[in-house]
Nanobody, 126 residues
Framework: QVQLVESGGGLVQAGGSLRLSCAPS????????MGWFRQAPGKEREFVAG????????EYKVSVKGRFTISRNNAINTLHLQMNSLKPEDTAVYYC???????????????????WGQGTQVTVSS
């Protein structure tokens, strides 16, 4: 059974940092695009950051560009999201996602991802 397990969420003050990690199990996603999405209460799930299969292309939601960094280590099948200068509006449940097939592109639509983690809560206090 394929699982994506997120960790690293928590409560932090505005201006602080958190590092999210995603550890897939059941198969390797080396070469498959992966991404981070988030969902705040009462809002739709939205794209935050994505990386292509080999890790040389990334894309970000405009509001997090320059503050968040997505990275992957295909050797150990992990994905990370370094979040700096956090703001209260970053508060949400953050999800790791992976596409099924290999690709050199970055995908930003949640409907394009077939595997999802259970989510990790990030709360930023003002």
């Amino acid at each position: 059974q394929v699982q994506l397990v997120e960790s690293g969420g928590g409560l932090v003050q505005a201006g602080g940092s958190l590092r999210l990690s995603c550890a897939p199990s059941g198969r390797t996603f080396s070469g498959a695009p992966m991404g981070w999405f988030r969902q705040a209460p009462g809002k739709e799930r939205e794209f935050v950051a994505g990386v292509n299969g080999i890790g040389d292309r990334t894309e970000y939601k405009v509001s997090v560009k320059g503050r968040f960094t997505i990275s992957r280590n295909n050797a150990i099948n992990t994905l990370h999201l370094q979040m700096n200068s956090l703001k209260p509006e970053d508060t949400a449940v953050y999800y790791c996602a992976a596409r099924q097939f290999y690709s050199g592109a970055v995908w930003t639509n949640p409907n394009d991802y077939g595997y999802w983690g259970q989510g990790t809560q990030v709360t930023v206090s003002s």
